[in-house]
């Protein structure tokens, strides 16, 4: 049973580009998470999602920053004209149920995204 | 402001000692606790949790203590080993409003183990 798996792993961007980040959850979960890790800093939850839905984006950026759960395919976190700030690991957890405690979200081993 | 900190961002502790990771949370609301590793580029690893209606727990090698009077956790890692040289977090799970998927992480300490 593969573990929750994001694509691509690194991801160096100019200021401006976009970056499309792509996690597919383990097999069976529908529930996806994603967080964001500074240097040096712990994850901090940006956005809940479950299939097709929007479940809580209270940690996301205002702008630039949208993330979708198709009803086929990956989960995508999606950063418009990233700037050097965007620069971070960004960590995809999965869960087969809604609204889990924490120990059992599944974490994937993160995409480092660097902005030059 | 955080609610979950930890008070050292270091550790270094011969093989084969025990270490003692400390967390100190801010939120005498908070229900539940998660300790997680972090090998270097590798996704966080759920290594043992706690609810607020518990003192201590015991794992395999582990043991997490939660102290509610001084809002105060720590992990305990029995006879190290050079594997467990990674970086831990506490996180807190707050049960509020149905938001209990919600981690909040503490900023993490660098655990290493010499041989």
């Known amino acids: 049973n593969a573990g929750v798996m994001q694509n691509p792993r690194h991801l160096v961007r100019r200021r401006g580009q976009e970056a499309r980040l792509r996690c597919s959850p383990m097999?069976?979960?529908?529930?996806v998470y994603w967080y964001r890790q500074l240097p040096e800093e712990g994850l901090k939850f940006m956005v809940y999602?479950?299939?097709?839905?929007?479940?809580?984006e209270s940690g996301m950026p205002k702008e630039r920053f949208s993330a979708e759960f198709p009803k086929e395919g990956p989960s995508i976190l999606r950063i418009q004209q990233v700037v050097r700030g965007d620069s971070a690991a960004y960590f995809c957890a999965s869960s087969p149920t809604a609204g889990t405690s924490g120990k059992e979200q599944f974490f994937g081993p993160g995409t480092r995204l660097t902005v030059l | 402001g955080e609610s979950v900190g930890l008070h050292l961002p270091t550790l270094s502790v011969q093989e084969g000692d025990n270490s003692i990771i400390n967390c100190a949370y801010s939120?005498?609301?908070?229900?539940?606790f998660i300790w997680y590793k972090q090998e270097s580029g590798k996704g966080p690893q759920f290594i043992i949790d706690i609810r607020s209606n518990m003192d201590k727990r015991q794992g395999q090698r582990v043991t997490v203590l939660l102290n509610k009077t001084v809002k105060h956790l720590s992990l305990q890692i029995a006879a190290t080993q050079p594997g467990d040289s990674a970086v831990y977090f506490c996180a807190e799970n707050r049960n509020s409003g149905g938001s209990n998927y919600k981690l909040t992480f503490g900023k993490g300490t660098l655990l290493t183990v010499n041989p």
């Open positions: 097999k069976g979960h529908s529930h």
């Open positions: 999602l479950q299939k097709e839905n929007i479940i809580d």
């Open positions: 939120n005498s609301a908070s229900d539940y």
